[in-house]
Every structure is written in structure tokens, then in C-alpha cells.
């Protein structure tokens, strides 16, 4: 198509424009009628997409090694606020253990020099005997033991 004319009676054949419509669509986009068509089929047509910003291989490196970075330093800050928030646990039932100890004078438990007390320690923060196989033994002074009667049937 040469002439202005035969590419205006195109594009009124192609859509519904008329011919002035047609014209002014033509020489908005330099006369060229594809576009034109294109632009009536899909309105969006025109708009370029933006294109991402290519970046070098050392870019991408420094991006993964910073994101890396900042996991790891937002994981430590947890970690240690978590152990802070132990250590003041830990420091609350020490001193709870340690008021016991003054009203219970008669348990010799004393972390870390003695490990161990007596099974029948009335503290009840004492963890008492420590057996052979490393667990504590305590017996509960206030439980009070059932006696054992067998039945013999004849």
C-alpha cells in the first residue's frame, strides 16, 4: 500500500473507525497501518513494557551474599535475644530455689559443687538423689504408701 488512501480505506475495513478516525490514527503512529490495527484490536499495545534492568554477574553476587548476610545477622539477634530471655528464666527459678533453700536448711543440693541430696529432701525445688543412671530420685514426703495385701484364693 503507497498511498495514503488506500491505507485509510485498510484500516476503515479492518475497524470500526471512520475514515477521519482512521486518518487521525494514521498519522499518530507515522502511518503505519499495522499498528494502527493493533492498537484497535489491543488498546494496551502501545504501552512498552519497562524492561528490567540487566545486571552483571558481580551485581547478582553481592545481592545474594547481602541477603545471605542479613538472614544471618536477623537469625543471631533472635538467637540472642532468645537467650536472654532463658538466662533471666533461669536466674528467676535459681533465686526461688535459693528462698526454699533458706526455709529447707536441711538440703545439701548446691549446683554445681553438689549435684546431689537426699530422696526424702523436703524442698520441693530440691531435685534430689542423683541415681546411677544420672536421673534424680525423690520421693514425695506427703504421698503415703498403700500397704500390699495379697489375697490367696484356695
Known amino acids: 500500500m503507497t498511498s495514503k488512501k488506500d491505507m485509510i480505506k485498510f484500516v476503515v475495513m479492518q475497524t470500526n473507525y471512520t475514515e477521519d478516525e482512521a486518518e487521525q490514527k494514521l ?89 546431689s541430696c537426699s530422696k526424702n529432701c523436703p524442698n520441693p525445688m530440691c531435685p534430689g538423689l542423683l541415681g546411677n543412671n544420672n536421673k534424680y530420685i525423690k520421693e514425695d514426703p506427703n504421698k503415703k504408701l498403700e500397704p500390699i495385701i495379697e489375697v490367696l484364693s484356695e
Do not use: W
Open 27 to 115: 498519522q499518530e503512529n507515522e502511518y503505519n497501518y499495522v499498528n494502527v490495527i493493533k492498537n484497535y484490536l489491543n488498546p494496551n499495545f502501545t504501552k512498552k513494557k519497562t524492561p528490567e534492568k540487566k545486571r552483571s554477574t558481580n551485581e547478582k553476587m553481592m545481592d545474594e551474599i547481602r541477603g545471605f548476610m542479613d538472614t544471618a545477622n536477623r537469625q543471631y539477634i533472635q538467637r540472642k535475644d532468645q537467650k536472654e530471655k532463658n538466662d533471666a528464666i533461669q536466674a528467676k527459678i535459681y533465686e526461688k530455689f535459693l528462698e526454699q533453700k533458706k526455709i529447707h536448711t536441711s538440703c545439701v543440693y548446691s549446683p554445681p559443687t553438689q549435684n
